[in-house]
């Protein structure tokens, strides 16, 4: 297994549109890419933390690239929105690939290189090392999947 993270806007959303695919095993939302420790959700939304809603996805390789996840991350969201998706505003939305090492890093700089080229506006999502991931409250994880929702907007 590996991992991949990613943040999208908001975790809730990003978590269901990794969790159905073949080949993802299991996902959770967090908190990653700040200076605190253990944050909170009110702390994050306060934007006293510096992390990114994300989700970390656990995935077989052998079924699932991390190139097709990388690629799914950039058509579910608009990464050319700095420190926002759709009406989520605030750092903690911001576009950002939490890469687990060199291979991931390579890979996401490609996928954005390819996606800039024919973007209408700049691309600007962050390519970073990952860092501690903060597993968010449980009442977070599979949030629409419990409330038998299939989207974040009503």
Not at 4 to 32: I, N
Not at 62 to 78: C, G, K, P
């Amino acid at each position: 297994m590996a991992k991949a993270t990613f943040a999208a806007g908001c975790f809730w959303g990003v978590e269901d549109a990794f969790r159905g695919l073949p080949g993802v095993t299991d996902t959770s939302v967090g908190y990653t890419g700040g200076h605190t420790a253990q944050p909170t959700y009110p702390e994050v939304c306060g934007h006293r933390t510096g992390h990114a809603e994300a989700v970390e996805v656990v995935f077989d390789p052998a079924q699932i690239s991390y190139r097709q996840l990388v690629e799914r991350f950039f058509a579910l969201h608009d990464p050319t929105q700095l420190n926002r998706q759709g009406p989520d505003l605030g750092d903690q939305y911001r576009s950002a690939i939490f890469c687990h090492d060199a291979a991931q890093q390579a890979v996401a700089g490609e996928t954005k290189a390819r996606v800039a080229a024919v973007s209408p506006r700049p691309v600007v999502t962050e390519i970073v090392p990952a860092t501690v991931f903060w597993r968010a409250e449980e009442h977070h994880q599979q949030y629409l999947e419990k409330r038998g929702r299939s989207t974040c907007r009503s």
